[in-house]
């Protein structure tokens, strides 16, 4: 695997101190505890480099990692939706989110929008995925924590996905648990096929 060179750059907690754009980006974005850091952690093959917890909004910082021999950042974005925080930190999680995104010389390959397989998008979710489609920026979604559900509960979500997510036809699904591995392959395939394309 590719990425597991990867090593820490920053965490930055203001939108003024993002660094500027001057590689392509790979991006993971979701709501609080979902499980963006044990993805990284998972395509890295690095059991620790970003920071995993059960208790939500562990990641309260956008975290820069450089990979592929420097050539890429992965960056890990602090969760949205979690309600157990300040107004003020909410507010200064979403400018930093959205400052992130409205910066048109960012370079984003691709965005790995993460949603928990177990449950129904939340209206969070769906706002982020409405404003990747919007933005036209590539993103693939994926359905976190699958070793949490079995055959018939898997089969039942993937069908109410079907009319819960917008645009579904021209989505591109993958099932990922950072325990099992599952959707390792298939996540980096893609995150190839998106550096190629730059
Ligand atoms: N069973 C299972 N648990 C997972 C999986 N991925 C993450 N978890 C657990 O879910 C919790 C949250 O994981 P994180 O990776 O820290 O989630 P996050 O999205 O980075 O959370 P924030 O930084 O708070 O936004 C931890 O207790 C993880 O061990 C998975 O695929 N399967
Ligand atoms: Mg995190």
């Known amino acids: 695997m590719?990425?597991?060179?990867?090593?820490?750059?920053?965490?930055?907690?203001?939108l003024e101190q993002l660094p500027r754009p001057e590689k392509p980006e790979i991006v993971f974005a979701g709501r609080s505890n979902v499980g963006k850091s044990s993805l990284i952690n998972k395509l890295t093959g690095r059991r620790a480099l970003a920071r995993v917890s059960s208790v939500p909004g562990k990641t309260q910082t956008v975290n820069f990692y450089s990979a592929k021999k420097g050539g890429v950042?992965?960056?890990?974005?602090?969760?949205?939706g979690y309600a157990r925080v300040s107004r003020?930190?909410?507010?200064?999680?979403?400018?930093?989110?959205?400052?992130?995104?409205?910066?048109p010389e960012r370079d984003i390959a691709l965005v790995l929008s993460l949603v928990d397989f177990r449950?129904?998008?939340?209206?969070?979710?769906?706002t982020m995925i409405n404003f990747l489609i919007d933005c036209e920026l590539p993103f693939v979604i994926v359905l976190t924590k699958a070793?949490?559900?079995?055959?018939?509960?898997?089969?039942?979500?993937?069908?109410?996905?079907?009319?819960?997510?917008?645009?579904?036809d021209s989505l591109t699904l993958v099932t990922f648990s950072s325990l099992t591995?599952?959707?390792?392959?298939?996540?980096?395939?893609?995150?190839?096929?998106?550096?190629?394309?730059?």
């Open 73 to 80: 950042y992965l960056v890990d974005l602090p969760g949205y």
């Open 88 to 103: 003020s930190e909410k507010q200064r999680w979403s400018k930093l989110i959205n400052g992130y995104f409205s910066d």
């Open 119 to 126: 449950h129904p998008p939340t209206a969070d979710d769906i």
């Open 147 to 168: 070793d949490k559900l079995n055959k018939s509960e898997r089969e039942a979500r993937l069908e109410a996905l079907k009319s819960e997510l917008p645009e579904y």
């Open 181 to 198: 591995g599952e959707g390792v392959e298939g996540l980096m395939g893609i995150i190839d096929e998106a550096l190629c394309q730059e």
């Open 2 to 14: 590719e990425l597991r060179d990867a090593e820490f750059k920053a965490a930055y907690g203001l």
